[in-house]
């Protein structure tokens, strides 16, 4: 038997063998366009994708046979080709403070992690892109584990259903959401998968789906320059740029992706991204490394830096991982930065850390998962032998 120890406090689990595969094609991330074609190849008339599209994502129906203005001939028929699939939960995690966490697990037996964090005003859903990262950042847990692979629209949709779900969100309500913001600021890089986290984007969008407003939508990346641009222009959402050094020579090492695209050429990026105003400011994020980059000259070095981009500064607190390099500054010297970059008009919050108790920081619901998968493993093997 295996026991679970503190902090899964309130940890669920399924199997961990890989799940069993469906031939039928999954309805889920088709967009508009591509859902209209699919029934059209199937014959059908084309309200009958009108009518998908409504139950999909407004409706969120888990189910073919669930769709009862369809004819039961006709949902029968479809559900020969075709299923509705969300990702399977395969571990779930609640915090004191409200937060909830979900590992996700896909058809191929790969997981990434979800976590929704309500607020008085909000419920900010956090969304993964691929699984694991390429970008080797030291400081982030979630660098830890190489890139496998990006995800389809489906799944970085469907995780967006799954949080839906769990807090009972369907039909898509219009007011008294308890989901009402998406970042894309869990495992991966956005614009490394962009194709497929646009298709994503654009489903949530959709005033008769998912209908989440590109202005509650925030892609965050650690500086894929030539694809800022494009996003921009074709999303429109808010963006937040992982920056955490002011120098080149830290920043290559805190975010090696800076080797290629170095500050400058990011920070030009951002002066032309597209819709970037006032009331559309740009978000920087800045993790506090005590005695790395949080010194009062780095402040005022961030403060030139940004002059001139619509911005503010989100200083986010070091959540310590087993093995890693760096400590969290101190609330004085966090204080100190933070008024710094204040004093300079700048907008300058430091993130209060939510759902520390189910290792709410980015990769480590997954390390643990894989941990006791591995544990297990090895007990069955030691009782077999």
Request: aromatic fraction near 6%; hydrophobic fraction near 40%; charged fraction near 20%.
């Amino acid at each position: 038997m295996l026991v679970l120890a503190q902090p899964f406090p309130y940890l669920s689990m399924m199997p961990s063998e890989t799940l069993s595969a469906d031939p039928r094609r999954n309805l889920v991330g088709l967009s508009r366009e591509a859902l209209a074609a699919e029934m059209a190849a199937f014959g059908a008339e084309p309200f009958r994708a009108r009518q998908l599209w409504h139950w999909i994502y407004h409706r969120g129906a888990t189910d073919l046979a669930a769709m009862t203005s369809l004819s039961k001939g006709f949902r029968n028929r479809l559900a020969e080709r075709y299923a509705i699939r969300r990702p399977a939960v395969s571990h779930s995690l609640a915090s004191s403070d409200g937060t909830r966490k979900w590992l996700l697990r896909f058809s191929d037996g790969q997981e990434v992690e979800t976590v929704h964090i309500p607020e008085e005003d909000r419920g900010t859903l956090c969304v993964s892109s691929q699984v694991g990262c390429t970008l080797n950042c030291t400081f982030c847990h979630t660098g830890t584990q190489l890139l496998v692979r990006n995800l389809g629209a489906e799944e970085i949709i469907g995780q967006v259903m799954v949080a839906r779900d769990a807090l009972g969100e369907w039909p898509s309500p219009q007011d008294d959401r308890q989901l009402t913001n998406i970042v894309l600021m869990g495992m991966g890089e956005p614009l490394y998968n962009y194709d497929n986290v646009a298709a994503a984007m654009k489903i949530v969008m959709d005033p008769e789906g998912l209908s989440v407003s590109r202005r509650k939508i925030t892609l965050s990346t650690a500086g894929v320059v030539p694809m800022i641009r494009r996003c921009g222009a074709e999303l429109a959402v808010n963006l937040a740029i992982s920056l955490h050094a002011v120098r080149d020579d830290l920043r290559d090492r805190l975010v090696p992706l800076n080797r290629k695209y170095p500050i400058t050429e990011l920070l030009d990026a951002c002066r032309n991204y597209p819709g970037a105003s006032n009331a559309r400011r740009i978000t920087f994020e800045y993790v506090m490394l005590k005695g790395v980059n949080d010194s009062p000259a780095e402040a005022r070095e961030l403060v030139r830096l940004i002059a001139g981009i619509p911005a503010k500064v989100n200083l986010i607190p070091f959540n310590s991982w087993p093995g890693s390099p760096y400590e969290c500054s101190s609330d004085a010297a966090i204080a100190a930065f933070s008024d710094i970059v204040f004093s300079a008009g700048y907008s300058a919050p430091v993130r209060t850390p939510r759902g520390r108790d189910i290792f709410a920081a980015c990769g480590q619901l997954k390390s643990a998962s894989i941990r006791l998968r591995r544990s297990a493993r090895e007990g069955t093997a030691l009782l077999a032998s």
